[in-house]
């Protein structure tokens, strides 16, 4: 694939190192110059297009109208938008996406200026460390799109509600799918007639209102 | 009317002024309090300290009861994006960017915003000015493509035609002044020295206009 990464601070050379070594093609675009000198020991030259972050020259030299993917990581939430928004009407780029610095802007971050993806720091900060903090043993081991659904794992620890109950009798809530079992090691596909035992290990795909009831469910008594 | 304004730099606060002027009601945006030093002590309007595309500065700016609304800070990104969003989310109809660094005027294209760009505008007129004293440019069409012109016909063009002093596709007569009465122009209309003529022209009309006059005076 051939994104193009606006913007060279910390999270912008992130994404450029990780689809490098995915065996990505990137062009990275930075306009300032205490970066770019950083910026030159950590990334081949050839991918570093130097100026505006909003020329129109400077975004085609660096291939906006082959690029399969846009991705605006600047610090300015109005330089990301505008770029994203060019992308799209200008260049017909496919997918953008765009970081939000100022969470109260996360609201423009839409179909509005053509953002597909907006990645919201501050929030998904924010929501880790909530979800830490109230869901105890259970951990997150991805989050699914923009973070509202997450992979979670849960042991089920002795004395647990959910201990001895058939699968299909448990109270789920609403937005929560049990995906697998992991019982002695051995990954065991959840059927309706499945019966939790001590020591089980549950991945469920689920909202945070979701996990926050399993979490309950599989609490001891 | 009822107009919003984001940007308190030059431009804005000698907009808000002048809007305040003619009796509008003004609400000004600003990211920094400082900024509403700028306008002028006689200055009744609605002062906002916040970033323009926070939802609810643009709201105690009173967007939702806008007619129009005018993003003149020094940063043509945000002007654009501001501009696009008013537009969209609220349905202002009238409004209004300030193209900042002229390299970036055609990002305002993409977002089929009515612009104005102050800088290249100004500098234009200048560079007119510079040229040629005597004729003076009356009205700028958009952006200055197309201006107005207007100059006395001097002794040495006296029984010429008009169409022989201005250059073609690039210039076009509008209308001649002669002792006080004005009448529309057409090419084959005989000058006499003191007329006073008035042109539309693109600036390498006017350029080629200017040499012929003093062609002629030589």
């Known amino acids: ?221 | 009317m009822n107009i919003v304004i984001v940007g308190c730099g030059r431009v804005g606060a000698e907009l808000a002024f002048r809007l305040y002027q003619h009796g509008n009601r003004v609400s000004v945006i600003d990211h920094s309090s400082l900024a509403f030093d700028n306008l002028n002590p006689d200055f009744r309007g609605h002062l906002v300290e916040g970033e323009a595309l926070n939802r609810d500065v643009l709201k105690r700016a009173g967007i939702e009861n806008a007619d129009a609304f005018a993003a003149v800070t020094n940063s043509d990104p945000l002007n654009a994006v501001v501009a696009h969003l008013v537009r969209i989310v609220y349905n202002i109809p009238n409004v209004v960017a300030r193209n900042y660094d002229p390299r970036w005027r055609s990002m305002y294209e993409s977002f089929e915003i009515q612009v104005v760009s102050s800088s290249s505008w100004g500098a234009q007129r200048i560079e007119e000015t510079l040229y040629y004293t005597e004729i003076r440019c009356v009205f700028s069409a958009g952006n200055g493509e197309i201006e107005i012109y207007e100059f006395s016909i001097p002794p040495a063009w006296e029984g010429h035609r008009f169409s022989e002093l201005i250059p073609g596709s690039e210039c076009q007569p509008v209308a001649i002044t002669r002792a006080g009465t004005a009448i529309l122009a057409s090419e084959d209309h005989v000058l006499k020295s003191g007329d006073i003529a008035l042109v539309s022209a693109t600036l390498n009309g006017i350029r080629e206009l200017r040499q012929r006059l003093a062609r002629q005076e030589s």
Request: hydrophobic share 45%; net charge negative.
């Open chain 1, 1 to 221: 694939m051939f994104v193009i990464i606006i913007g060279g601070g910390n999270t912008g050379t992130q994404l450029a190192m990780l689809l490098i070594n995915q065996g990505h093609d990137i062009h990275i675009v930075e306009q300032r110059p205490e970066v770019l000198a950083r910026l030159h020991q950590e990334l081949p030259t050839e991918a570093i297009y130097e100026g505006s972050f909003i020329d129109p020259a400077l975004l085609e030299q660096a291939g906006i109208r082959e690029a399969n993917v846009v991705a605006t990581t600047t610090t300015g939430d109005a330089e990301n938008l505008a770029i994203c928004f060019l992308a799209r009407r200008r260049y017909q780029v496919k997918r953008t996406i765009a970081r939000v610095n100022d969470p109260r802007n996360a609201w423009l971050f839409d179909e509005k200026f053509h953002v597909d993806v907006a990645l919201n720091n501050a929030e998904i900060m924010a929501r880790l460390i909530e979800e830490e903090m109230s869901m105890g043993d259970m951990m997150m081991l991805l989050k699914l799109r923009r973070g509202e659904f997450s992979l979670v794992e849960e042991k089920i620890p002795v004395g647990a509600r959910a201990l001895g109950t058939a699968l299909k009798d448990l109270p789920l809530p609403e937005n929560c799918v049990i995906a697998a079992i992991i019982r002695h090691g051995k990954i065991i596909v959840p059927r309706g007639v499945t019966i939790f035992e001590e020591g089980d290990e549950v991945l469920a795909v689920t909202d945070s209102a979701g996990a926050r009831k399993l979490a309950t469910l599989f609490a001891p008594d």
